[in-house]
C-alpha cells in the first residue's frame, strides 16, 4: 500500500477513534448530564435571561420549529443587510465594495443555511467584519441549528408517549457552548502553530524572485476555518477554499481540516445510540453509512490515480494520477477522499477543483450529494437519513406482515406522506432547477455560464443545483454563476433545500413520540440488525438511482463513455 | 372434523368471463381515479390514441411510424386492462364464494307467527322468507329450512348447519344461553323452536360482506392508505423525471417522441403493485371467507396481522371439550377391580361427559356391572356428589373431596392418608380428583385430566415465533389452569375467568400498547368482543356476541383465531413484497428505454445498452410489454397471497428481500431480453 492511501486510511481511523468517545459526550450534553464543561452554564444562563428566554420550557415540535424558523429570519435579514453595506463598514482594509442585492441574497441564504455556496471570492467579494460577524457568525449558529434539530429528534425517538420535545433554544445554546465553540478553538489553536495567518492587516506585499511585487490576501484565517469545517459549512475564507496555501499550508492541516469536518457528523451517529441506549441502532447506522461513503470514495480513488486518458493521449505522463485541478501537497488519494468526504456530509470546502475530476469521480460527488445522509451534514444528516429509515421500516413492515413500527411506535399514513414529500422536495429541487437552466441555455447559447458546453456543462448546472439543495457548497467551479439567474435560482433552492428537510423528519419525530409506545415482540422488525441495514442501503440506493439515473446519463455518464 | 373444501381453482372460466366484463366496465375514469397509479396510466393511454390518430391521419412520421405508435398505444390498453381484471378477478371469487352462502338461503317459506299479547299465537301462516323484518318470530319444525338469522326465544332443537359449516355432525341450539343463535339456510332435524328474526333483509352480516366485496361500501385500510401514498409519491418522482427529461434532452439536441415519454413513464412508475392493490386487499378478504369467516370490514383482516395477544378458551380450543377419567386409584386395602366396579356403578347413570369417561377407561370391567333397580342420586350444588343406592342397601358416592371427606367423617369413617396424598398429587397436576365411597367408606379416587388436543403447542409455538402472546381463559383454579398452561404451551392464563376479567385483562394488554383478538360466543362476552382490536364471534353465538365482533366464524372453530392472524399477515406481506418488485423492476427498465431514447444523439450511451435490444423501438416495445404481462402473470400471487412463514421478523425481511428484491432486479433484465429477441423478429 503507498503511503498515500496509507494516509487516508489513517485519517478515517481517526476520526472514527475520536467520534466515539465525542458521541458519548455530545448524548450527555443533550440529556443534561454533568460534563466537564459545565462552568459555560452561568454564561449560557446570562444569554437566556437577556433575550427573555425560559430554557426550562419543553417545546411541542411545532414551538420548536417556530423558534428555529423565527431566528434564521432575524439572521438572514441582519447578514444580508451587513452584506450589502459592507463597503462602508469598518475592518475593511482591502477596501472590497458592498454586494449587489442578489448576490448578497444568496450569500446571506448559503451561510445561513449551512451550505456556503460562494459565487464570490473571499479575497475581493467580502470585508474583514463580513467574514467574522456574518460569515463566521452564521457558519456557528447553523451548524448549531442542524445539532439542536437532531436533539429533538433523539428525544423524540425515547420510548415513551409524549408531545414535550425538549427546549430548542437550550439544545441551540448548548450546542454551540459544548461543542461547536471548545472544538473549535483548539483546532484554531493548530492551525496558528501550522502558520495560519491570524491578522486584521489588508493585503501583504511579497517580492518575488522576478523582482515583481505581489499583492497577497491575509484576514482572521484561523478564527475562520476551525467552523467552517466543524459546522460543516466549507465557505471558504479565500475563493480557492482549503486548497488556498493561507487555508490549508501542509499535509498535517488537512488531515486536522479533514477530521474536524468529519467528527461531528460521526459523533451524532454514536450520540444517537448512546442517548437512546441503542448501541447497535448507531452502529447499523453507521455501518449503512460508511458502506455508502466508501462505495463512493473508493472508486472515485481509484478513477484518480489512474489519470485521464485523453490527456494520457497526449503523451502526458499520468503516473501521479490526474492532477489536473489538484494540489500536489495533498495528491490524488487524499484529494479524492476529501472530495467524497466534502460531499457526503455537506461540508462543501475543497482541497482540489471537482470540476477537474473525472467525470465518473463528479458524478460520485454529486451522487454523494444527491443521498446527502451518509453521515451528512452537521444534525441535518441524521435527519435526512432519519427520512429513508421511515420509507425503509415502511415497506419491510408490509413484507413482514405487520403494520409497520419503528422504536416502538407505528409509522402510518401521516408520516409516511411526510417522508414522501421531503424526497420528492430534493427531486424537484435540483431536477426542476435543473430544467430551467437546461430550457435557457438552450435557449440562449449565449448566456455566459459554461465554459464547457456538451455533457460536461450539463454537469456543471447539475453540480450547483445538487449542492444548493444538499446545502453543500461546493461547486464545479467552470460554472458562470455569479449572476442574477443563478443567485436567485439557487438560493430559493437552497432554503427549501434547508428547511424542508429538516421541519419534515421533526414533524415526523414529533407525531411519533405522541403515539402510543408498542413494547417490541418477536414479531417486531428489529432495526438494529445486518437485514434491516441491507434494507436501508436499498431504499437509498434505488431511490436515488430512480430519481436521477436520466440526469447522471446525459451528463457524467455520457462524458466518461465518450472520452473511452 | 370432516370441513368441507373451499378450494376452487384460481380461474374459473364463468369468474374469468365476468371479470373480462368488468375489466372494460371499470376503464371509466370516475372509477379509476381512486387508483392514482393507474389512473395516470389511462391518461398516458388516452394521450397515445390522440398521437396514433393524428399520425395515421396526417401521415406525419416525426411522432415514430403508425405501427409503433399503435402498438405502444395496444400495449399501455393492455396494461389498463390488466390491471381491472385482477381486480374484477378478485371481486368476482369474493363474490362467487358470499353468494355460495347466500345461495342455501334464497326463498325459503317461513312460518310466520302471530303475536297475542306477551306470547305468540301456535298458528302461523306461510311467508316468504325474503318478507321477514327485523322482530318477526316463525316457527321451525322438524324438516324446516330456517329462513334467515334469528334467536331461538323458546324450544331446543337439533339442528344440520352442514350448508354453512361443512361440519356435518348436527348441533344442539336452545332458547337462552349463548347458544341461541339460528342461520338462515340450516336445516332443522328435530324438535321445533321459535325463532325471532335478528336482522333485516340484506343487512345480514353475509351481505355486509358481498357489498365489502364488490366494492360499493369498499373503504381503503389504513395500511393501504399509507401505501397508496407512497405508490403516489413515487409516482410523482418518476412523473418530474419524465419532465424534466425534455428539457434535458432538447439541451443534448435529442427528439424524444411522444410514444418513448409515455412508455418511459408507464414503465417507470409502480403499475404492478399500483394494478394489484386492490385485488390483493379483496383476496385477504376473499380468504378470510374460504376459512369460513366473514369479516365486517377489510381493516379487521388487516388489523389481524398485527395481533400481540391472542385471548383462547381452554374447553374446546386447548382441550378437547371435557375431562376425562385417566387413573384409578384405589385405597388401602381395596382391590383395583373393586374399585373399578364400585366406580362403574357410581357412574353408570352419570349422564355428565366426566361420568362416562369412567366407564370408557373401565373397559371391560363395565361389561358385566348392572344397576337393575337401583335408585339413583343426582348431583346438586350442595352434596357435591351423585351416585346410587343399589336395591340390596349399597350406596355407592363419588364427588369432590371435600364432600365425600365430610361424609365419610360424619360417618365415623377415618379419610385414609394415602388417598389424601393421591388427591393432592393429583390436583397440583392439574387434573382433578373425584373420590368415590361406599357406604360412607372412602374406596380410592379417581383422576380426571384435562386432555390437550394434539398439536396444539406446535400452534402456539408458531403463533410465539409470530410474535403472539396466547393466553388461556378458563374457569378453573389456578393451580389446575397454571398446570393445563404449561403443559399446552400458552403464555399466560386467566383462572376462575369471569367476564369482566376478560375485558380487564385486555384493557391491560391495550393500555400497555398491544393489539388484543379474542374470540367468544356468549352475550357476556359481547363487551369484551367489542374492546378486542380483532373479535370474532362464533356463529353459534348470540346476536348480541355477533353484533359486538368484527368477524364472524361460520365454523364456530376457536383455533380459527390463529389462521386470521396468518391470512391478515399474508395480507400486508403481500403487499409489500410486491411494491418491493414493483420498484426494483424500474432499473432493468431504465437499462432498457433510456440508450433507446438517446442512440441517435449520443451514441456513447449505447454503452449502457447491457441487454443488447437490438433496436430502439424493440427496446421500448419490450420494456413496456414486459411491464403489463407482469400484471396478469401476478394475479396468482396477489389472489393467493405470499406464504407466510414463522421464522422471525428478520429472516422473513431477509428472504422477502432476496426473492422480490433481488429477483425484482434481475427477471426484468432477462423478460425484457427475451420479449426483445421476440419483437425484434417482427420489426
Redesign the interface.
Known sequence: MNTEIIGVVFMFGLTLLLAIPFGRYIAKVYKGEKTLLDFFTPLENAFFRISGINAQREMNWKESMVALLTINLVWFLFAMFVLMVQGWLPMNPDGNPSMTADLAFNTAISFMVNCNLQHYSGETGVTYLSQLICLMFLQFVSAATGLAAAAILFNALKERTTDKLGNFYNYFMKSLTRILLPLSIVVAIIFLFNGMPMTFEGKDTITSMQGDTVQVSTGPVAAFVPIKHLGTNGGGFFGTNSAHPFENPNYFTGIVEMVAQFIVPLAMVFALGFYLNKRKFSWMIFGVMTIGFLCLAIPNMIMEQHGNPAIAHMGVDMSSGAMEGKEVRFGTPASAYWSILTTVISTGSVNSFHDSFMPLSGMNQMLAMMVNGFYGGCGVGLLNFFIFIIIAVFISGLMVGRTPEFLGKKVEAREVKIAVIVTLMSAILIKGGMAIAAYWITADPSLPWLNNPGFHGFSEMLYEFTSANANNGSGFEGLGDNNPFWNISTGIVLILGRFIPIIGPIAIAGILAGKKYIPESAGTLKTDTLTFGVMIFAVIFIVTALSYFPALALGPIAEFFSMH | MSKRQRKAPLFQRELVNEALKHAFVKLNPRIMVRNPVMFTVEIGTAIMLFVTLYSIISGDGSQGSPGYNLAIFLILFLTLLFANFAEAIAEARGKAQADSLRKTREDTPAKILLRSGDSYTESFTIVSSSKLKKGDVFLCETGDTIPTDGEIIEGIATIDESAITGESAPVIREAGGDKSSVTGGTKVLSDKIKVEVTTSPGESFLDKMIALVEGASRQKT??E???T??L???T???T??C??????????HTQITIAAYISLFVC?IPTTIGGLLSAIGIAGMDRALRANVITKSGKAV?TA??I?TLLLDKTGTITIGNRKATNFYPAPGIQLSDFTRACVLSSLADETPEGKSIIELAGKDAKNVSIDGATFVKFTAETRSSGVNMPDGRRFRKGASDAIRKMAETAGNTFPLETAGRIEVISTDGGTPLVVAENDRILGVIELQDIIKPGISERFDRL??????TVMVTGDNPLTAKYIAEKAGVDDFIAEAKPEDKMAYIRNEQQ???LVAMMGDGTNDAPALAQADVGVAMNSGTAAAKEAGNMVDLDNDPTKLIEIVEI??????T???L??FS??N??AK?FAI?PAL?ITS?P??Q??NIMQLSSPESAILSAVIFNAIIIPMLIPLALKGVA?KPI???????R??FI??LGGVIIPFIGIKLIDLLVSLFL
Not at chain 2, 410465539?464 to 402472546?469: A, D, E, F, I, N
Open positions: 389504513p395500511n392508505i399509507a401505501l401514498i407512497l403516489a409519491g413515487f410523482l418522482i418518476f418530474i423525471v419532465i424534466t427529461l425534455y428539457f434535458f434532452a432538447e439541451y443534448a417507470l388487516e396481522g398485527d400481540d410465539r415465533k409470530m410474535g403472539v402472546k400497555s400498547g398491544k391478515g399477515k399474508q395480507l400486508l406481506m403487499r409489500g413484497t411494491t418491493t420498484i426494483a424500474d432499473v431504465y433510456v438517446f449520443i456513447a450511451l454503452a449502457l407466510y422471525g421478523a428478520s429472516a422473513l425481511l431477509q422477502n428481500l422480490y428484491g
